[in-house]
């Protein structure tokens, strides 16, 4: 006669919806959220909510533009490029032909 073993625990290949998913991924990495806390709770490792929270992250891509408080008159640029105009009046003009790097450091230093 064969030998059989009979394993009990915790089962390792567990299923969960993409909504439980996201709500653990919400309440680790929420304002004063700690994730060791969560994973304990929800019986499931650390890493697995970092990887989640890669799989909800949006893809990057253009975002829509929000425009808040009055707006301002359009203006032209010639050959296209961004214009921002605050409210106090001041205006920053970004050139179509600016460089990556000269427009991240215009847009980090407007913070």
Known sequence: MGQMSVIT???RR???SDEQKL????EAFAPGGVVADVARRAD???GLL??????FQPKPGFVPAVIR????APMSVSGGGIVVVF???ATVTIGHDASPALVSAAL????
């Not at 970092?50 to 799989?55: F, G, I, T």
């Not at 408080?69 to 301002?72: Q, R, T, Y």
Request: aromatic share 14%.
């Open 9 to 11: 625990g915790v089962v």
């Open 14 to 16: 567990r299923n969960w």
């Open 23 to 26: 709500e653990w991924v919400t």
């Open 44 to 46: 499931i490792g650390t």
């Open 50 to 55: 970092y990887r989640w929270r890669r799989k």
């Open 69 to 72: 408080g009055e707006a301002a």
């Open 87 to 89: 409210s106090g009046g």
């Open 108 to 111: 980090g230093a407007l913070r």
